[in-house]
């Protein structure tokens, strides 16, 4: 299902997903913790457990979360809210462009 494998001094996984190949990181020099760690992942691949990311663009993602709340919340909050996205994320869809609240 999975294998670890050597780049230098750290321990690599490589397996499939949705038959697509990953390969990441161990972050780890030492093949006991390496086995371990594959182990981990093989039960969340087994259990379902690990999905892959999302493909959707985050300014999709973030117009459709800003319509969310602003059903769910009230107009100060929802005002609050769009503030604070648009000073962590920046204005990169409609809804976070300034004078859009």
Known sequence: M??????????WLK???ND???QQSLHTNNKRVALDRKRQIEYQLATRGLVLPSETP????LEDF???LKTI?????????ISNLR???GPVCPSLQPGNT
């Open 2 to 11: 999975a294998s670890i494998y050597q780049r230098g001094k750290v321990w």
């Open 15 to 17: 397996f499939h997903l």
């Open 20 to 22: 697509i190949r990953i």
């Open 58 to 61: 985050l300014a999709e993602f």
């Open 66 to 68: 800003c319509q969310h």
């Open 73 to 81: 919340r009230t107009p100060k909050s929802y005002k609050n809210d």
């Open 87 to 89: 000073i962590f994320f």
